[in-house]
Structures are given as structure tokens and as C-alpha cells.
């Protein structure tokens, strides 16, 4: 199995593994965020033209996976499929939430699927001084990006 993405392992065990395509682009993000995938911008007048791209990981000679045409769509810096920021100083709350959803998803199947691969029991977890259940956590993320930036608190 060397050499297959995981989104690829997880279909050998789990062949109607229904988020196939959300996970691929879940270990892209993974990959940007740990293997710091650096995007070239001109921000010299980021509030009045954007942040425009001079060069993409692609360009600077950062090895990607051959998955990553597909997945990134490079003029919006995203990926295609869950809008999943690509450029690693970009990546917000947002992004984690889409994440964390994604994989309780795929656990929460696997879990149904065979209890042995992925036992759920016992989900509480310590969150900020209290105890939680672990599904709950992801309801802290915002649901979108809207969301998001109406929850910043304003300087």
C-alpha cells in the first residue's frame, strides 16, 4: 500500500467510502500546511488591488502530489471541491472546521462500518477547562465564511 494516498488506503478497507474526493483534499491541506507549500504574492497594496500571485508552490518547484492539479484550483487559491484555502498564511478557522467535519465524518462511518478500525467510545475530551463530547467541538467552528467574519470582534 506504499505510496497510495490515504483517502486511496481508506477504499481498500472501506470501497463505499462516500467522502472519497473531500478527504483527498482534506490531506492537500495537510500537505500545504506541513510542508509550508509558499506562494509568491505582490501584497504592496493588498487593500486597494488584492494580493495578487506571482508565483504558486507549482512555479517555485515544491513537489506536489500528482493529484494536486485536480484538486487546487490556482487562480482562487483553493481547492475545487470545499473552497479549502491553499496558501498556508491563509488558512482560518474555517478551514479547521471544514477539516474537523470531514474527518468526524469519515471516522463516524468507518466507525459503523467496523467498531475494531475506529472505536468512537469514550468521547469526551477537555476543552477549555471543561469537559466536552468531541462531536460538539466541531460546532465551534463557523459554518461558513460569512460566519466567520461577522464573529471577529471589531478592533
Do not use: C
Amino acid at each position: 500500500m506504499s505510496g497510495k494516498d490515504v483517502p486511496e488506503q481508506l477504499q481498500i478497507f472501506f470501497p463505499d467510502l462516500p467522502n472519497k474526493e473531500d478527504l483527498a483534499e482534506v490531506f492537500l491541506l495537510r500537505n500545504v500546511v506541513v510542508h509550508n507549500h509558499v506562494w509568491h504574492l505582490d501584497v504592496s497594496d493588498v487593500e486597494a488591488n488584492g494580493a495578487s500571485t506571482l508565483a504558486n508552490p507549482k512555479d517555485l518547484k515544491f513537489q506536489t502530489k500528482r493529484s494536486y492539479d485536480a484538486i487546487v484550483d490556482l487562480a482562487m487559491r483553493k481547492t475545487r471541491r470545499l473552497g479549502l484555502n491553499v496558501n498556508p498564511t491563509a488558512v482560518d478557522r474555517w478551514d479547521a472546521g471544514v477539516v474537523f467535519r470531514v474527518i468526524w465524518d469519515t471516522l463516524l462511518f468507518m466507525n459503523a462500518k467496523n467498531f475494531s478500525h475506529t472505536p468512537l467510545a469514550g468521547q469526551t475530551v477537555q476543552f477549555r477547562g471543561k469537559f466536552e463530547q468531541f462531536e460538539k467541538l466541531g460546532g465551534l467552528f463557523p459554518s461558513s465564511r460569512k460566519a466567520q467574519a461577522e464573529s471577529v470582534p471589531p478592533e
